[in-house]
């Protein structure tokens, strides 16, 4: 059964702080991982990776994969009270029609 | 460019009533989707689209129904809602020559 795990679940943090958010996964014909924040509605995309070893980065958000170990991990540094969400992971499994297998999420919160 | 739109925002229903989510999408994709998403859950599919005229099931299809109605259009049918089907419906929509999907805001739906 294909699986995809982040942890921790939750987190709570003081706004300046730098955290990291885990995903690993355990899937069939994998095809990338991609990154998604959500706020109060819709998941809004943050990054897609395909390649291990690779950085992705946007101003304080990063992120890489470890194909070998099945694993990536999102990174925020100097946290802010907007960065509070829960940030979910996916794996893309089929390729051709980009059919997401999601994580259960991470809620973060920074607090003032 | 209004993006991935859904109706209705909000939803009550009595155990087995029947309802139609609705989606629209104006950025041409080919691929649709529907999920649900319980607390602590995380996304979980229910069907999808690959393109105009073909559904698949997802990860928890029983008790609901779709219909590719064109190109733009995506609706998710509940036939007779039960409470175990209160949850909040996200529409997605993607390229297929792109990974990552585009979501709709969401129609919280309660059953009781």
């Known amino acids: 059964e294909d699986k995809v795990v982040q942890s921790p679940l939750s987190l709570v943090v003081h706004e300046g702080d730098t955290v990291t958010l885990n995903c690993s996964y355990e899937?069939?014909?994998?095809?990338?991982l991609l990154w998604y924040k959500q706020e109060k509605k819709a998941p809004t995309f943050l990054f897609m990776l395909?390649?291990?070893?690779i950085e992705k980065k946007s101003g304080r958000l990063s992120s890489i994969l470890d194909k070998k170990e099945l694993f990536s991990i999102l990174n925020i540094t100097a946290t802010q009270t907007g960065d509070s969400a829960i940030y979910l992971c996916?794996?893309?499994?089929?390729?051709?029609?980009?059919?997401?297998?999601f994580g259960k999420g991470i809620t973060l919160s920074v607090r003032p | 460019n209004a993006g991935v739109t859904q109706t209705p925002k909000f939803q009550v229903l009595k155990t087995g009533q029947s309802m139609t989510l609705q989606c629209a999408q104006d950025?041409?994709?080919?691929?649709m989707y529907w999920y649900r998403q319980d607390p602590g859950m995380g996304l979980r599919l229910i069907y999808y689209?690959?393109?105009?005229?073909?559904?698949d099931k997802g990860e928890v299809p029983n008790g609901y129904n779709v219909s590719r109605l064109n190109k733009r259009e995506f609706s998710l049918r509940l036939e007779s809602a039960a409470p175990s089907q209160t949850s909040v419906y996200f529409c997605?929509?993607?390229?297929?020559?792109?990974?990552?999907?585009?979501f709709g805001p969401g129609t919280r739906l309660t059953v009781t």
């Open positions: 997605a929509s993607s390229d297929p020559g792109r990974y990552e999907q585009y």
């Open positions: 689209s690959a393109s105009e005229g073909t559904t």
């Open positions: 950025m041409n994709h080919n691929s």
């Open positions: 996916a794996v893309d499994l089929t390729g051709a029609n980009s059919k997401l297998t």
């Open positions: 899937v069939t014909n994998f095809r990338s």
């Open positions: 395909t390649s291990s070893g």
